[in-house]
Nanobody, 113 residues
Framework: QVQLQESGPGLVKPSQTLSLTCTVSGGSITTTSYYWSWIRQPPGKGLEWMGAIAYSGSTAYSPSLKSRTSISRDTSKNQFTLQLSSVTPEDTAVYYC?????WGQGTQVTVSS
C-alpha cells in the first residue's frame, strides 16, 4: 500500500520560501506512478493543483504558480519536494502530496509575520 507523508514548517514568514517534503513508502516515486503532485487547499476554498514531477524527473506547474514553484526529487530517499518562493498570507493552506490515487494527510502551512 502506497503511503505519502508531508513534512515541513507549519509557519513561514512573508517573502520567505516554503519548502515541503513528501516521503513515499510502500512504493517508488520512479516506478509506482507516472507522476507525483502537490495540491493545496486554502481555508474555505477548493483544491488547487500546484504542479507535479514525473517518474522521469520532468516537471509541470500551474501557470498561476509557475514563477514561484519548483518541484524536485531525491530518488535515493524516495522523496519529492515543493519549494514555493516569495510567499504571502494568500499561500496559507493545507498542502497535500499525492499521485492519481494516493494522498498524504496534508500539512497546514500558515504564512504570517
Amino acid at each position: 500500500q502506497v503511503q505519502l507523508q508531508e513534512s515541513g514548517p507549519g509557519l513561514v514568514k512573508p517573502s520567505q520560501t516554503l519548502s515541503l517534503t513528501c516521503t513515499v513508502s510502500g512504493g517508488s516515486i520512479t516506478t509506482t506512478s507516472y507522476y507525483w503532485s502537490w495540491i493545496r487547499q486554502p481555508p474555505g476554498k477548493g483544491l488547487e493543483w500546484m504542479g507535479a514531477i514525473a517518474y522521469s524527473g520532468s516537471t509541470a506547474y500551474s501557470p498561476s504558480l509557475k514563477s514561484r514553484t519548483s518541484i524536485s526529487r531525491d530518488t535515493s530517499k524516495n522523496q519529492f519536494t515543493l519549494q514555493l518562493s516569495s510567499v504571502t498570507p494568500e499561500d496559507t493552506a493545507v498542502y497535500y502530496c499525492a499521485n492519481l490515487k494516493d494522498w498524504g494527510q496534508g500539512t497546514q502551512v500558515t504564512v504570517s509575520s
